[in-house]
C-alpha cells in the first residue's frame, strides 16, 4: 500500500512569507504527527492530529499551526517565517493505537523548507 | 518520557553483528523502547520495539534487561546499507508522539 506522501518535497521563501505543507498518511491511519529536523536542534516534534483534533502540541510558537481533515489528510502552516524555520519538516502517520505503546509511526520523505 | 543516551557513533564491519546499545535508566512500567533509523535525508524508519521482552523481526533484534534500564538494538549481518542514524526512543502507552534524542551514527565499512 502506498506511504506517507508529503508535498511539496522542496521550497523556498523569503522572510515574512507564509508556507503550507500537506500529508497524506497511509490509508486507515487515524494520526498524523509533525515533526521539526534541523542540524543544530535535530529531530523535534510539533504537533499530533487524531479524528481531526489536536492531541498533543511540542514546544514551537503560535507562528506553527496545524489541521487535520476528514480524511486524515493534514496540513501543517507556519505564518511570518524567519530564517530559523529552514528545516525539513517530517509528517508521520500511524493507527493511533491507544494501547502497546501506541504503534510504529510511518514516516514520510519530507518536506525541506528553506527560508532566505 | 524517559530520557535515553545512546553513544554518539559506531563503526561496524559490513558482515558483522551491529550491537546498539541504549541507556535509559528513568523508564517507567508503562513505557515502551522503541527503535528508529534514519538514512540521510530520509524520513525516520521503524524497526522494532518492546516493553520487557526480547523481540525479534526480519530487520533485527532488541535484547531488553531484566530491570529494563538498559536495552541493545542488534542487526544481525550488518550491510552498507544499515549505514544511518539509530534512535532509541522511550514512548509512554497512549503517547504517540516521539521524542527523538541525538541517536547513535553507525557507520558499516567494506
Known amino acids: 500500500k502506498a506511504g506517507v506522501t508529503q508535498t511539496p518535497r522542496y521550497l523556498i521563501k523569503t522572510r515574512g512569507q507564509q508556507v503550507t505543507l500537506s500529508c497524506s498518511p497511509i490509508s486507515g491511519h487515524r494520526s498524523v504527527s509533525w515533526y521539526q529536523q534541523t542540524p543544530g536542534q535535530g529531530l523535534q516534534f510539533l504537533f499530533e492530529y487524531f479524528s481531526e483534533t489536536q492531541r498533543n502540541k511540542g514546544n514551537f510558537p503560535g507562528r506553527f499551526s496545524g489541521r487535520q481533515f476528514s480524511n486524515s489528510r493534514s496540513e501543517m502552516n507556519v505564518s511570518t517565517l524567519e530564517l530559523g524555520d529552514s528545516a525539513l519538516y517530517l509528517c508521520a502517520s500511524s493507527l493511533g493505537l491507544a494501547q502497546g505503546g501506541g504503534g510504529e509511526l510511518f514516516f514520510g520523505e519530507g518536506s525541506r523548507l528553506t527560508v532566505l | 518520557d524517559a530520557k535515553t543516551t545512546q553513544p554518539p557513533s559506531m563503526d561496524c564491519a559490513e558482515g558483522r553483528a551491529a550491537n546498539l546499545p541504549c541507556n535509559h535508566s528513568?523508564?517507567?512500567?508503562?513505557?515502551?523502547v522503541y527503535w528508529y533509523r534514519q538514512i540521510h535525508s530520509q524520513g525516520p524508519q521503524y524497526i522494532i520495539h518492546?516493553?520487557?521482552n526480547n523481540e525479534t523481526n526480519e530487520m533485527a533484534s532488541l535484547i531488553i534487561t531484566e530491570d529494563r534500564k538498559s536495552s541493545t538494538l542488534i542487526l544481525p549481518h550488518a550491510t552498507l546499507r544499515d549505514t544511518a542514524v539509530y534512535y532509541c526512543?522511550?514512548?509512554?502507552?497512549?503517547?504517540?508522539?516521539?521524542?527523538f534524542g541525538s541517536g547513535t551514527r553507525l557507520q558499516v565499512q567494506p
Open positions: 518492546g516493553l520487557k
Open positions: 528513568t523508564i517507567s512500567g508503562n513505557e515502551y
Open positions: 526512543i522511550v514512548r509512554n502507552t497512549g503517547r504517540r508522539a516521539l521524542t
